[in-house]
C-alpha cells in the first residue's frame, strides 16, 4: 500500500494532465532553464535462458535553491524474455520528490511520461524547424510514440493532412481508423517513397536498424524529424538525408547514441561541429530557426531526462492545481 501522502498517477490520469499545448510550452521553458541531468545509468541483467535485461535509470533535478524545485527519476526494466510469457517487456516508473527536502511527491506512469514528453518535444523542434505553412504530415511508425505525433503536431502547425506508413500495413490502417474517428483527414500510404515526396514534415517512430527514408526523396522546404533510431547500430535515414539536412539534436548523447548520426559520422559525412543546434539552445533564442523556406531541417532526439522531469512537475503542480 503506497503511503496516502504520497500521489498516484496512472496510465489515464497521467495523460490526462499532460495536454499537448501546455506539455510544448512546458518544455519550451524547462529546456529554455536546464536542470542538473547526470548521465543515464544502463545496467545489462543476465537472465537464465532469457535474452539479457535492461534495467535504466534515468534522474534529474532541479537547482534546491530555486523556488520551485524538484527532484526526479525514471525507472525502466526492459525484460525482452517477457514477449513467450505473454506479459509487457517493458515497465516504466516516474519518482517525483521535492528537490529541497528530498520528500517523495509522487509516483507516476512512466510510459505515459515518455510518450507525450517525446512527441512534444518533436513538435516543439518542428516549431522552431518546420516551415510555417506546413500542412502535410507524414507519421512513419504506428506504434505508441508514432501514434502520438499527429495531436502534437496539431498544437504547433496547421496540419490538414496525415499520411501513415507502417512496416505492418494493418497497423498503419488501425491507426488512420483511430485518427479519421477524432475528426483528421488520414491516409495510408503503400509506397513510402511516395508519401515522402509529398510531406512537409515527416515524422519516423519505429524500431527500424536499415534506413527508411531515402534523403533523395526530400523534397526542398521539408522538416525531417527522427525518433526511433537509439543505438549505433539502429537507423531511419540515410547518409543523403543527413548530407542534405541542417540537422538539429535534442541533447548531445545523440552524436554518440544514434546511428543516424553516429553511421554518418563514421563514414565522414557528418561531424559534430555540423550540427546547428541542441534543442535547450533553440529554446533559449526562441526564434524561428529555419534560414530559408527552400532548406531541408532534420531533428534527431535520443530523449532526455529534463523532458521526463518537466513532464511529470507538469502532472503534480496540475493536480495540486485541481485540488
Ligand atoms: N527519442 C526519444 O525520446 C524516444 C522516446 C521513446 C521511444 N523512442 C523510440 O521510438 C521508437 C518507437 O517506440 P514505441 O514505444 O512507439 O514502439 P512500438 O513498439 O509501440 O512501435 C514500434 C513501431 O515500429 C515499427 N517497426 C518495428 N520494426 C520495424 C522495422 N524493422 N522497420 C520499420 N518499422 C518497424 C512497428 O511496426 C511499430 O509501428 C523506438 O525505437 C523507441 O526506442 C524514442
Redesign the pocket.
Known amino acids: 500500500m503506497i503511503d496516502a501522502r504520497i500521489s498516484s498517477f496512472d496510465a489515464d490520469a497521467t495523460c490526462a494532465l499532460l495536454p499537448f499545448a501546455p506539455l510544448i510550452e512546458t518544455l519550451r521553458r524547462s529546456f529554455a532553464e536546464g536542470c542538473v541531468v547526470p548521465v543515464r545509468h544502463h545496467h545489462t541483467i543476465a537472465t537464465d535462458g532469457d535474452p539479457d535485461a535492461t534495467l535504466l535509470l534515468m534522474p534529474a533535478w532541479h537547482d534546491p535553491q530555486s523556488a520551485s524545485s524538484y527532484l526526479g527519476i525514471k525507472i525502466v526494466t526492459v525484460f525482452p524474455g517477457n514477449t513467450a510469457r505473454g506479459i509487457p517487456g517493458l515497465t516504466s516508473t516516474y519518482l517525483l520528490y521535492d528537490g529541497r527536502t528530498g520528500e517523495q511527491l509522487a509516483l507516476i506512469d512512466g510510459n505515459s511520461i ?2 507525450r ?2 512527441v512534444a ?1 518533436s513538435a516543439l523542434a518542428a516549431d522552431y524547424l518546420a516551415r510555417k505553412d506546413a500542412s502535410r504530415l507524414l507519421v ?8 502520438l505525433l499527429p495531436d502534437a503536431y496539431l498544437a504547433v502547425r496547421r496540419i490538414e493532412h496525415v499520411v501513415i506508413w ?3 500495413a494493418e ?1 498503419a490502417a488501425r491507426l488512420a481508423r483511430k485518427l479519421e474517428r477524432q475528426g483528421l483527414s488520414v491516409s495510408v500510404a503503400d509506397n513510402l517513397e511516395r508519401a515522402v515526396r509529398g510531406a512537409d514534415i515527416v515524422s519516423a ?6 534506413p ?1 527514408v531515402k534523403g533523395e526523396w526530400l523534397r526542398p522546404g521539408t522538416h525531417l524529424d527522427l ?4 543505438t549505433p547500430a ?1 537507423r531511419e535515414a540515410d547518409d543523403d538525408a543527413v548530407r542534405r539536412s541542417a540537422v538539429y539534436i ?1 541533447t548531445t548523447e545523440a552524436l554518440h547514441e544514434a546511428g543516424d548520426l553516429v553511421q554518418p559520422i563514421k563514414a565522414g559525412v557528418f561531424s559534430a561541429e555540423m550540427v546547428c543546434a541542441r534543442l535547450d539552445e533553440l529554446c533559449r533564442r526562441d526564434v524561428h530557426a529555419r534560414q530559408s523556406n527552400e532548406e531541408i531541417t532534420l531533428y534527431k ?4 531526462a529534463l ?1 521526463d522531469l518537466a513532464a511529470a512537475t507538469m502532472v503534480y503542480d496540475a493536480s495540486l492545481a485541481a485540488a
Do not use: K, Y
Not at 140 to 147: L, M, P, Q, W
Not at 205 to 210: E, G, I, K, M, S
Not at 227 to 230: A, E, L, P, T, V
Open positions: 515518455t510518450t514528453r517525446t518535444a512513419i511508425g504506428a506504434g505508441r510514440v508514432a501514434s507502417d512496416i505492418d497497423n517512430a519505429t524500431l527500424a536498424t536499415a527508411l525518433i526511433g533510431g537509439f539502429m535534442d532526439a535520443v530523449g532526455t523532458a
